[in-house]
């Protein structure tokens, strides 16, 4: 009983933010903040910053997080390190060792210029901001999500014939689906919201952590609500799909 009351206690002051955004911005307001001029530009840029950021965490981070799991990285553990080490940092920290490491002034950065890219207050630098802050979201929930997979299978699939990229696709993501699709919602979330390392070397073109941040600066709390309740109304459906999905995929296997 006192368990159940505690974990309800919990669960309320939880939910407690969002009832409060909830509560204090209406529909009306919501419209008319986006209905100013320009007021859509940061929706846009931020849903194409961090779909193009998942996109990039998925396809790198993937194989990395499948060795991780297997134990096949070379030093696996100083590995696994690095990749907390993003998570470990404060966000403005993260920020601002980007710009010592890709700023236009680094050997890196000037080597990205030959090729027309600019990791400072450029779409290019928002899309670098938000692939570090939400990378090890990824890595490590992947990685957890191979780790439960039965090598034994697999076993048995390379034993039957199978190629072992035909075992993996046929064998190892299809089990491992469930945990993937929470890491990858709770990576989507993570770039949306990206903020602290945005704000040292992206801030402008605004998305929309960028534009309740200004709105606060510049109008105060009533002015910046509207838009931090867009952002959560974009940002959530992704991950609360992809937890009852994975819900139900775990009571099927």
């Not at 193009?52 to 990285?73: D, H, K, S």
């Not at 034993?159 to 993501?173: A, I, K």
């Not at 709770?186 to 309740?212: C, D, N």
Request: glycine share 8%; charged share 10%; aromatic share 8%.
């Amino acid at each position: 009983m006192v368990a159940g009351l505690g974990a309800l206690v919990v669960w309320l002051a939880l939910l407690g933010p969002t009832i409060t955004l909830l509560v204090h911005v209406s529909p009306g307001a919501v419209a008319s903040a986006l209905g100013q001029p320009g007021a859509l530009a940061p929706l846009v840029t931020s849903v194409l910053a961090s779909a193009l950021a998942l996109a990039v965490i998925v396809f790198l981070g993937t194989p990395l997080a499948y060795l991780l799991a297997r134990g096949r990285m070379p030093l696996n553990h100083w590995v696994e390190g690095a990749v907390l080490l993003p998570l470990l940092m404060p966000p403005l920290v993260v920020g601002l060792l980007l710009v010592f490491m890709v700023g236009p002034a680094t050997p890196l950065g000037q080597a990205l210029a030959q090729i027309h890219l600019t990791a400072a207050d450029t779409f290019f630098a928002l899309v670098v901001a938000e692939v570090y802050e939400a990378v090890p979201y990824y890595v490590l929930g992947a990685e957890a999500a191979f780790a439960t997979v039965d090598q034994e299978l697999e076993t048995a699939g390379a034993l039957l014939g199978d190629s072992p990229w035909r075992t993996l696709r046929r064998v190892t993501v299809p089990l491992a689906a469930p945990g993937l699709a929470s890491a990858l919602a709770v990576t989507w979330a993570r770039a949306m919201g990206a903020f602290g390392a945005v704000l040292i070397i992206a801030y402008h073109p605004f998305g929309l952590p960028m534009q309740i941040w200004t709105s606060l600066q510049e109008s105060g709390l009533s002015s910046a609500l509207p838009f931090a309740l867009v952002l959560v109304l974009v940002a959530l459906p992704l991950p609360i799909a992809a937890y009852i999905w994975s819900a139900r995929a775990r009571r099927r296997l």
